[in-house]
C-alpha cells in the first residue's frame, strides 16, 4: 500500500477558516434575516432600507423567510465540508479533495448564472470572493491526493 501524503497545514488551515467563515454567514442569515436583508439591500441597492420601502409587507417577510432558508442551507453545506475537511480531506483521500471541489463547482456555476442573468452582479462578485477563497488551497494541495489506478 502507497504511503498517503500529508497535507501541508497552511493550506489545511486556510480551507478550515473559510468553511468556518461560511458556517457563521449562514448562522448570521438564519439567526438574523432581517440584517441579512439589510445587507443584501446595500449590496445590491447601497441603500439598507430599500428592500423595505420598495416591496410590500409581504414580499418583504418572503424576502426574509429565503434570507433565512438560505442561511440554513448555507450551514447544513457548510457543515458537510467541515467533516470532509476533518475526515477524507485531512486524511489526504482523493474523495476528499473530489467532494470539496465538485460541490464549489455545483454551487458557483448555475448560483452566479442566476446571479448574471437577473442583473445582480454583485452577488456574482461576492460568489467569485468565496470561490477563489477554497480555489486557492484546492489548487495547491491537488498534488497531495493520490489519483486511483
Do not use: C
Given at each position: 500500500?502507497?504511503?498517503?501524503?500529508?497535507?501541508?497545514l497552511f493550506w489545511?488551515?486556510?480551507?478550515?477558516?473559510?468553511?468556518?467563515?461560511?458556517?457563521?454567514?449562514?448562522?448570521?442569515?438564519?439567526?438574523?434575516?432581517?440584517?441579512?436583508?439589510?445587507?443584501?439591500?446595500?449590496?445590491?441597492?447601497?441603500?439598507?432600507?430599500?428592500?423595505?420601502?420598495?416591496?410590500?409587507?409581504?414580499?418583504?417577510?418572503?424576502?426574509?423567510?429565503?434570507?433565512?432558508?438560505?442561511?440554513?442551507?448555507?450551514?447544513?453545506?457548510?457543515?458537510?465540508?467541515?467533516?470532509?475537511?476533518?475526515?477524507?480531506?485531512?486524511?489526504?483521500?482523493?474523495?476528499?479533495?473530489?467532494?470539496?471541489a465538485i460541490s464549489?463547482?455545483?454551487?458557483?456555476?448555475?448560483?452566479?448564472?442566476?446571479?448574471?442573468?437577473?442583473?445582480?452582479?454583485?452577488?456574482?462578485?461576492?460568489?467569485?470572493?468565496?470561490?477563489?477563497?477554497?480555489?486557492?488551497?484546492?489548487?495547491?494541495?491537488?498534488?497531495?491526493?493520490?489519483?486511483?489506478?
Amino acid at each position: 500500500m502507497a504511503e498517503k501524503s500529508t497535507i501541508p497545514l497552511f493550506w489545511f488551515r486556510w480551507l478550515y477558516a473559510v468553511v468556518v467563515g461560511v458556517m457563521l454567514f449562514g448562522i448570521f442569515m438564519f439567526l438574523t434575516p432581517g440584517w441579512a436583508k439589510a445587507f443584501f439591500s446595500t449590496l445590491f441597492y447601497a441603500d439598507a432600507a430599500l428592500i423595505d420601502t420598495r416591496f410590500n409587507a409581504e414580499g418583504v417577510r418572503y424576502i426574509e423567510l429565503m434570507h433565512g432558508v438560505t442561511g440554513a442551507v448555507i450551514l447544513g453545506w457548510a457543515v458537510a465540508l467541515f467533516l470532509v475537511l476533518k475526515g477524507p480531506f485531512q486524511r489526504a483521500e482523493r474523495e476528499g479533495w473530489l467532494i470539496f471541489a465538485i460541490s464549489l463547482a455545483i454551487w458557483y456555476v448555475p448560483d452566479t448564472i442566476v446571479s448574471l442573468a437577473s442583473g445582480f452582479w454583485q452577488n456574482a462578485l461576492l460568489n467569485l470572493v468565496f470561490a477563489v477563497l477554497f480555489a486557492i488551497p484546492l489548487a495547491a494541495t491537488y498534488q497531495y491526493f493520490p489519483k486511483r489506478k
